[in-house]
């Protein structure tokens, strides 16, 4: 039973542009949600994450917007750059401070320029 | 400390020996995780420790793998009788404890090939 769930595999999207990657989960129980960006040959790096107390959080081009009722979070890129260019994981955790995360199966984000 | 560490970064071995990987984590992080990533799929998790206690095994890990974290600091992840079923990228990582949820830091993984 896949809890997290990226229905994108991939996505192209032109330099400047927006990139929104989409995430649905269907454990009520998850209280943290995370993205990680992940490059050829090495580990998942960690971009943004969110709690489940709130609804949106930013940092720099990187917002995540979460829909609890929906249950539903998406990652905003804005301005992409070639650079963003990798596969994003979504990942869920819960409840109550259990770390142990579960990872949808992946977008493949390419910018052209 | 640069980060969360794994040796090696690349094993090929033939179906039916063992083999033992090892992940340092950042320094001051007592949480230890072991996912296993297949192509096409999202890390999936492994087994957990906090400091030197084992405290989630998941049903993926059969009893031909075993974790140990012995001293609360490294920890290794070993697979007796591998099966090609077995190929795929073990990535390590750690996280501190606190009051609140926190991020996990990944190691760039050990990719694992059976022939």
């Known amino acids: 039973d896949q809890q997290v769930k990226q229905n994108s595999p991939s996505l192209s999207v032109q330099e400047g542009r927006i990139s929104i990657l989409n995430c649905d989960y269907t454990n009520s129980m998850f209280d943290y949600f995370l993205w990680y960006k992940k490059y050829p040959a090495e580990g998942p790096t960690f971009l943004i994450s969110?709690?489940?107390?709130?609804d949106k959080n930013e940092d720099g081009r990187f917002t995540v917007f979460l829909n609890k009722s929906a249950k539903h979070l998406s990652l905003h890129i804005v301005p992409s750059q070639p650079g963003d260019s990798a596969v994003y994981f979504c990942?869920?955790?819960?409840?109550?401070?259990?770390?142990?995360?579960?990872f949808g199966t992946g977008t493949r984000l390419q910018v052209f320029p | 400390d640069t980060g969360v560490s794994q040796d090696p970064r690349h094993k090929i071995t033939k179906r039916g020996q063992n083999v033992t990987f090892r992940c340092d984590p950042i320094s001051e992080h007592n949480r230890l995780y072991w996912y296993r990533q297949t192509l096409g799929q999202g890390p999936e998790f492994l087994t957990y420790?906090?400091?030197?206690?084992?405290?989630?095994k998941s049903r993926l890990l059969s009893d031909r793998f075993s974790a140990e974290r012995p001293k609360g600091s490294f920890s290794t992840l070993e697979i007796q009788r591998t099966e090609q079923g077995d190929s795929a990228m073990y990535l390590c990582?750690?996280?501190?404890?606190?009051?609140?949820?926190?991020?996990?830091?990944f190691g760039q993984g050990t990719r694992l090939t059976v022939v």
């Open positions: 969110i709690s489940s107390i709130k």
């Open positions: 990942a869920a955790s819960g409840p109550f401070n259990t770390d142990k995360l579960i």
């Open positions: 420790f906090q400091n030197e206690a084992q405290l989630e």
């Open positions: 990582a750690s996280s501190p404890q606190r009051d609140m949820n926190t991020e996990a830091f």
